[in-house]
RNA sequence: GCCGACGUAGCUCAGCUGGUAGAGCACUUCACUCGUAAUGAAGGGGUCCGGGGUUCGAGUCCCCGCGUCGGCUCCA
């Protein structure tokens, strides 16, 4: 047989030659260095037989320590392994589920005998045992056998849902056999790959425990799931765990509170208290919208915070929706504080008469929205049950709607170009539990997959994800530590304008639906600001810093001074302030870095008489010193530009 | 909502096996008047998340709530 090199050589072995016998041929060094082999881009064990291709030789790489994220998840995969056998071994009639490796590391979850539960204390001892299986350097040893040998063995052994994935397998896949993995004792039902033995796993360290339910599915049973994660070398492991704390200095909650920007308190959970300088963000992000708004064709209306349960009724809230909305009742009359804007703004539409003239007609409303969530979900701004929108409903014909879902993609980049946010699309289409005809969600899928590769951008498919109103084009960005958060979206819509009775009268003087298209770009003002902090690391530009510079006199006689830079600054529209304690310069400055305050303009004798200020920009140290006048020429350039810096 | 952990001064945290609370920073006052990341000294400040219980005695042990954190489900 012969099989294609990276490099473009050809390998000739005799058939039947395994993953190990290539390496061994490739050379000794590598030989003892191959940890598995990826054949046509998929990896699998040395030990097993390499096939032979159908059409031209099969591309076969070696995998060592050094093929990053494919060697990563082979030992990851085993540690899962070794973790379930040390776990089997010191909590008899504990039963295993599955244990993959995933994006950092990996997890195996686990029901534990009634009675007995895992918390972090137990680790130390769970690594001593794992540390065991590593040193005994066992290996991996896969056997196919019939599916009805793995049935009948897991089930004697009381593994309950082993069994259910076995017998999944067979009645949705019609698997004859299956594949089992032992190290020493331990038995796992597994597709593999594993790397030979255990003894390549270098450096491992469990990270947490946590629930998980069986299947991703909260009406299944709790497991434990335990987290870890393993590398090559101790130092890549110290390495990473120094990076997560890294993340952590940076996480919003610490940050947010640290600026002075916003608080929680538990008289309200799920709700930020906004202090005066997190509101000045807060004001300028939606001063933003407005403006980008107003350039393209948005208007701004109000609407009320509270509605009769007739308008949900209508919009299908109360059908779909109720148990996160925040319900309540007087003179009779139930009532509920709105979850979304859409309804509000559909009945708007609705108490006017349009005209296809008039067409599309795009409300613009940063309104107060009120969810119940569920108290385990809150997460400090990014998930929170109190919080603001940067929403829109677009009203357009349905010509118009191509045009519209491209202008709003549009926007959107426009918005998160400001701020150099990268962000991902997705495609989310109908899902099981929805309001409306088949023929309705064909259309908006249809023209939304349209506008996605008229913008010939690269986007995801999430099958069944929609809103239960209609599909949706989600924009998405990640948190300091990794984890992924909606922050736009644009949804079309053909359900509420029916329900709603929504009309437009055409140029054949007919009354017809229009369609609707709902859209945030920054989401919520809330878990924008959230991931904007993590971004930025809290270093907040000019145009959006609470505190645009500070001034810093040198000694109290230089306070007169100091207080005319301020009123300079201010009447100019700065945000400004002076350092007016009796500290040292090396203490203001230290203060004003600490806050992260873009400029600080220190201000002594010198500046005094020539009507200067000693420029430092944050992090970039003194920069000089310049005439008053040209730092206020320069500082209010970049506000109005909303310069990154 | 579910699983696990945690909850001590404004913040970060210490407080061993139960014996009636402590540090640093912040704050206030005084002295110092200072040139690019911490001047010094003194002082004020705590229902130890809330409610029950065990005990002669609970920040510490037990139970129940609430909140937060890490996940799961769900979501902007």
Redesign the pocket.
Known sequence: MELELPDGNILALPDGATGADAAAAIGPGLARAALAVKVDGEVQDLARPLPSGNQGPPKLEIITERSGQDALGLIRHDAAHVLAAAVMELYPGVKISIGPPIENGFYYDFAFPEGV?????DFERIEAKMREHIAADEPFTREDVPAQDALDRFRREGQDYKVELIEDLVRDQAVPTVSLYTNNGFTDLCRGPHAPSTKRIKAFKLQ??????WR???SKP?L??V?GTAFFSEKDLQEYLARLEQARAR?H?RLG?QLGLFT?S?VS??AAFWLPAGTEVFNSLVALSREMGRERGYVEVKTPQIYDSSLWRTSGHWQKYRENMFVTEYEGRQMAVKPMNCPGHCHLYSLQRHSYRELPVRYWEPGLLH?R????????L????H?A?DDSHIFCTEDQIQDEVSGVLEFAFATYEVFGIDVKLELSTR?EDRIGAEELWDKSETALLQALDAHGLPYKISEG?G?FYGPKI?LHMTDS?G?S???G?CQLDYNFPERFELTYTGPDNAEHRPVMIHR?LM??Y??FIGILLEHLNGELPPWLAPVQAIVLP????HLDYAGAVRDRLWAEGGRVEVDER??????K??DA??RKIPY?L??????QEGGQV?V?EH?R??VG?VALDEFIGRLSEQVKTRARI
């Open positions: 539960s895992l918390s972090e204390a947490s425990v946590a629930g998980a339910y991703g599915d909260s709790m434990t799931r987290y996480d909650r509170p929680f538990e959970p799920g969810r969530e569920p108290s385990g979900t809150l997460h400090g990014l998930r929170v049950r919080f929108q899902p994800e809103a989600d530590l984890r958060w909606q922050l979206t945030a989401g919520s809330e878990r040198i000694a109290d006689r009796t500290e040292s310069v090396g203490r400055i230290r870095e600490l600080m220190v201000v002594g004798d010198r500046e000693s430092r992090r140290g003194d010193s």
